[in-house]
């Protein structure tokens, strides 16, 4: 696997979850070659983040462990309060099922216009990284 990412210019993503023993979290570490994705809960992508509030102690251990690559966290993140809570011990965060969900009602809103629903994933992305309080409307 290795071999045919690097044959094709491609870097090695490898995840660690909160039950992930520091042993392995260090072994992903080493063969990662792009980043490390923490996903900050068990469960599925697009849970909920509460009732976890053992994950700040987990992606502070994972920070500590994770010294080769960056570290970004993901999953249950749909504002931009769970970015900053969760990724004040990353480097970044990633959020899939938040903005899916918000591309999936535009488009169910055939009426409005491309430029119109284009500038909306634009906006909610930038609500994502800055908060309400930065994005112009």
Do not use: C
Not at 2 to 12: G, I, V
């Amino acid at each position: 696997m290795t071999e045919a990412a690097a044959d094709h210019d491609l870097d090695l993503v490898f995840l660690i979850a909160p039950n992930s023993s520091d042993d392995r979290i260090r072994a992903v570490d080493r063969r990662a070659t792009g980043f490390v994705y923490a996903v900050s809960v068990t469960g599925l992508t697009g849970s909920d983040l509460d009732g976890a509030p053992t994950v700040d102690e987990y992606l502070q251990q994972a920070r500590s462990l994770i010294t080769e690559n960056p570290l970004l966290v993901g999953f249950g993140i749909k504002t931009h309060e769970d970015a900053m809570r969760l990724s004040r011990h990353t480097d970044g965060f990633i959020v899939g099922s938040a903005l899916i969900n918000h591309v999936a009602d535009l488009w169910d809103e055939s009426s409005a216009p491309m430029d119109e629903r284009l500038a909306s994933v634009e906006q909610f992305a930038r609500r994502l990284k800055h908060g309400p309080a930065r994005v112009a409307s």
